[in-house]
């Protein structure tokens, strides 16, 4: 089964280097908590409302200079482990990682009063808390799923080219190379602009339960490189010098088109929070339906479709798939699937969210501005 999948390279650890790649997560769970909570970083306001203040809820933001710190550490092997590691021990890593955060789920839901959602299995799948901080907020769980995640993402892509690369050497993949760049370049533009995160769904909606737990860090961090369980193990496709060109063109341009499209709307939608009468870019009026105290936006990447984003985001897990060349391979694919499949299911949750918080009619009338859910004039 396991060599029929082509991932027989991943099981190829001695026991005491498995168990080694088991514990890795904890190990870079406490680092990072440690690491986090040191640091300097700047406070911000955020969007949620502190609950026993009634003020916006303050957070400290370190998350580019944690990533900084431990991409040093990592190319430069301070910590003893080859730069490939975290690519051979992906397996064990992900076994491992689910193990504790499963624990730390259990603590962070159990351990909070009864809310609304009684059955306890949906409890601890959804969450029972919205926010939960220590150290005087010094350390935000949530934006903390977000820094692990984020720089572990860009740390196993990286990674997963360095073992590529040890492997193969001149009959490298280019496209290995390229996706560990887009992953690396989207994780850094998210650390750059990390107050917009703030102003995000899950930040807002979202409660601590094994979901935000698991997908926040082990998903985000360790899952999402899943096409290079199979890819990194296959040479160059073959290609000609020109049609290598082409296909690697091709993959950056749709990747700049996605990232346009994911990023542009969620600081649209961010400025908007934090200045409703400003032009988005100076040149985009934010033209809006008023609902109560509340505002929806429908201007600039906001009047083609109501979840615009999640087309940004699609197209950038399609232009992920190609980058690799391997067009006939599933693993390739994987992530372009999950992508689709979650943000399909997540954008029908955010409706029926939105017409709770907009009200029926209002957001009646929003549907009616706004048609399409993610696909401008198809879906």
Known sequence: MIEWLGIEHLFELSGQEALLGFLTPLAIFVLFFLVQLI???????????????????????????????????????????????FYRSAIYAVSGGSVVVTILALIAVFGQPR??????????????????????????IKMYFYVVGGTMLSLNALSGAAYHYGRFGDDFNPGVFLFA???????????????????????????????????GIMVYGWLYILPLW????????????????????????????????TRGANLQKYTFKRWPDRKFLG????????????????????????????????ILAFSYGLAFGHFTSPWAWTYFVFIV??????????????????????????????KYRIIPGIY
């Open 115 to 140: 809310g609304e959602v009684k059955n306890p299995i949906a409890a601890f799948w959804l969450g029972r808390s919205q926010e939960l901080s220590f150290f005087k907020n010094r350390i935000d």
């Open 283 to 314: 040149i985009i009026e934010p033209t809006h339906i008023v609902a109560g105290d509340r505002k929806i936006l429908t201007s600039g990447f906001w009047r083609p479709a109501r979840h615009f984003n999640y087309l940004g985001e699609g």
């Open 39 to 85: 640091l300097p970083g700047r406070w911000v306001e955020g969007y949620v409302t502190d609950r026993e203040t009634g003020e916006p809820r303050k957070y400290k933001l370190n998350g580019l200079l944690v990533y900084i710190i431990a991409l040093a550490v990592w190319a430069l092997e301070l910590t003893g482990m080859p730069r490939d590691w």
């Open 230 to 261: 199979g890819i990194a193990a296959l040479p160059h496709p073959g290609f000609s010098t020109a049609g290598t060109i082409v296909w690697l063109l091709a993959s950056v341009a749709l990747f700049f088109v996605g990232w346009t499209i």
């Open 341 to 370: 499949t979650i943000f399909t299911l997540r954008q029908r949750e955010d409706e029926e969210a939105c017409e709770a918080k907009y009200g029926p009619e209002k957001w009646a009338e929003y549907q009616t501005k706004v």
């Open 181 to 215: 760049a887009f992953l690396t370049y989207y994780v850094v533009d998210y650390f750059i602009f990390e107050r917009v995160q703030l102003y995000t769904y899950d930040i807002i909606h979202e409660k601590l339960g094994f979901k935000m737990f698991w997908g």
